[in-house]
């Protein structure tokens, strides 16, 4: 039994500096801003998004970008820049644009170019066509009949024979008119002065 307990325990023992590493109670020394690695000897990635004092962080061992990416760049350590076709070029971590996708370009990382379905007419478009048409046909059915009935009243104006218009002709008429009043004024004028003569 004793040696069963002692293989246990050198077991335990053995993965203990595993556990404690994992679980962060045996602490490795932190690099200074902008180093990362076993030893500090790397340099983080420029692209990683800064400290208020300029400063830049990532993960020791990993050197993952602690603060995220400058704009522009994107993944773990910022080495990957954002689409051209993103608004503003800046992007999210996982590369989505920030606001959205430039003109004609769609998906996640605003790659793909959009393909717009082709143009099927709606059923109320050929509709409404008919009825613009039938719109234009009544005013155009109307139009003619107007000028069909206008025409002879106009013509009825004008004396197309002799090339006198209806004033004319109305001007002689009252002429004529004037005249034989004048004859009868003159008449009884007449007759009234003879009798005058006479008595």
């Not at 910022?78 to 070029?89: A, Y």
């Not at 170019?113 to 155009?140: A, F, R």
Request: hydrophobic residues 30%; aromatic residues 8%; negative net charge.
């Amino acid at each position: 039994m004793r040696k069963s307990t002692m293989v246990i325990l050198v077991k335990s023992i053995t993965w203990l500096p595993f556990i404690l590493t994992v679980s962060g109670v045996i602490c490795d020394n932190p690099c200074d801003p902008g180093l990362y690695g076993k030893r500090c000897d790397k340099r983080c990635n420029d692209n990683c998004r800064s400290d208020m004092n300029r400063n830049i962080y990532c993960e020791k061992h990993s050197g993952i970008c602690l603060l995220g990416c400058a704009p522009g760049w994107y993944n773990d350590k910022c080495t990957i820049p954002c689409s051209k076709n993103c608004i503003g070029g800046v992007c999210y971590q996982n590369g989505q644009c920030t606001y959205g996708c430039k003109g004609n370009y769609g998906g996640a990382l605003c790659h793909e170019p959009k393909v717009y379905p082709p143009h099927v007419p709606d059923e109320n478009n050929g509709h409404i066509i008919l009825i613009v048409i039938g719109v234009v046909l009544c005013i155009l059915v109307v139009g003619a009949a107007i000028i069909k009935f206008a025409r002879p009243r106009l013509s009825g104006h004008c004396n197309t024979n002799s090339g006198e218009s209806d004033a004319d002709a109305d001007e002689e008429e009252a002429m004529s008119f004037d005249g034989s009043l004048q004859t009868q004024l003159f008449t009884i004028h007449d007759s009234s002065y003879r009798r005058d003569l006479d008595v």
